[in-house]
């Protein structure tokens, strides 16, 4: 039955923020969540209470990987480990899960999405492209959490070693750069569809969207994203001019 | 000087001290001074997958640091000290005059403690750890982020 458990969990993931407090930050998500993790140490009352107390302690990540640290914690629970080592393995957890989180979404799959989002609308796809990118972006969501509530259940203490061998860095890493083209891309596209074929418009887009793409870029932890966003739209771009 | 900053944070290595502060001080190293963490191979490899290319990050019983922030004192590295309890600092700022100034960064809610500001809670004992080593010239201050504005112990616990 422990597959239907991490569904339970995973579904109960997706309201971790719900009651977020300067107190506990996603404490109190963390241990609605892990409830069903739980279950198999009902049989003892004590511990069970024990372990629940403990899921609710401070703790705060990127909302879609904390289902990483839930499992992983739960997964020590129920194998018996000392409640203070469970402890250090989530304040451990919670650093890179953070950077890894932040990384993967709001520079990556945000961004990469909204991207082909536009580039299917100036490409005439029309609007509803848009509704099949925040469907993109939700399946990616859940897909994620579920991922991450499975392989820390899965793993345990060993969770360090199971996130070095999933190289989810180099996945957040490919994630970035991805979008980063992506966004190239899309800017001239989107100039071209907005200016409706006036070249100086176009050229006047083009220009302000390159300066508010790079001001949004200037912030960017992958190494490789800016450049490989402003070579995508020079090449864009000089195409377009080669061929107008 | 180059120990920049000497930081208390329960949470140790995360977001806020390398990315927070790490940019704007220009850190290219972290010394985390916990005995647990230097101990443990899974705490190690998760607090150095929290850490960016270009800081370079150390773990270091408490007993062998006062010698090692001698060395590192007088280097070229830009470096942050890092402990995840006050008591852990304050024998740190003991033993090693290279501590000058010690930052509190994020202390939670837990057994015994009461809230001075929204990242600073500390029990009674915690709070005079802390005075005692303003009284012998380190002087203390709570400031989360680079760009929020230091606390002196004096106003947070009047």
Do not use: C
């Not at chain 1, 082909?116 to 990616?140: H, I, N, S, T």
């Not at chain 2, 402990?83 to 994020?106: E, K, Y």
């Amino acid at each position: 039955m422990a597959v239907s458990r991490v569904t339970r969990s995973v579904l109960r993931l997706l309201l971790l923020q719900s009651s977020w407090t300067y107190e506990r930050m996603q404490g109190v998500g963390i241990a609605f969540a892990s409830l069903p993790l739980l279950e198999p140490l009902r049989g003892d009352p004590a511990r069970h209470r024990e372990a629940v107390g403990r899921s609710t302690e401070f703790f705060n990540a990127h909302p879609y990987l904390a289902g990483i640290a839930a499992g992983a914690a739960a997964r020590a629970e129920v194998d018996g480990v000392a409640g203070a080592t469970i402890q250090r393995l989530k304040t451990a957890l919670a650093g890179p899960l953070g950077s890894l989180g932040d990384q993967l979404f709001w520079i990556g799959v945000v961004p990469g999405v909204m991207a082909a989002m536009l580039l299917a609308v100036g490409l005439g796809a029309g609007w509803p492209a848009a509704a099949v990118g925040l469907g993109l972006y939700l399946a990616v969501r859940i897909a994620v959490t579920a991922w991450g509530a499975a392989l820390g259940y899965r793993s345990g203490l060993g969770v360090a070693a199971a996130l070095k061998a999933s190289r989810l860095d180099d996945q957040v890493r490919r994630v970035g750069l991805g979008a980063g083209l992506l966004v190239g891309l899309a800017v001239p596209i989107v100039g071209r569809w907005l200016a409706g074929g006036h070249p100086a418009e176009l050229a006047a887009l083009a220009l302000g969207g390159a300066g508010g793409v790079w001001a949004a870029l200037v912030r960017s932890r992958i190494p490789g994203a800016r450049l490989l966003t402003l070579v995508a739209m020079a090449i864009i771009i000089l195409w377009h001019w080669s061929t107008s | 000087m180059s120990i920049v900053v000497a930081r208390v944070d329960d949470r140790l290595v995360h977001g806020q001290v390398v990315i927070g502060w790490g940019r704007p001080l220009e850190l290219n190293r972290i010394v985390l001074v916990d005995a647990e963490v230097a101990a443990s191979d899974f705490e190690r490899d998760l607090y150095r997958m929290a850490v960016p290319a270009g800081i370079e990050v150390e773990f270091l019983r408490p007993a062998e640091a006062p010698a090692r922030l001698a060395v590192l004192g007088g280097g070229p590295d830009r470096v942050l000290v890092l402990t995840g309890t006050v008591a852990g600092m304050t024998w740190l700022a003991r033993a090693s005059d290279q501590i000058r100034a010690v930052n509190l960064g994020g202390i939670h809610a837990g057994p015994g403690r009461r809230e001075y500001l929204r990242y600073v809670y500390l029990t009674p004992d915690e709070l005079a750890d802390l005075r005692s080593l303003e009284a012998g010239g380190v002087r203390v201050t709570a400031q989360d982020l680079p760009t929020s504005a230091p606390v002196s112990l004096e106003s947070l616990a009047s």
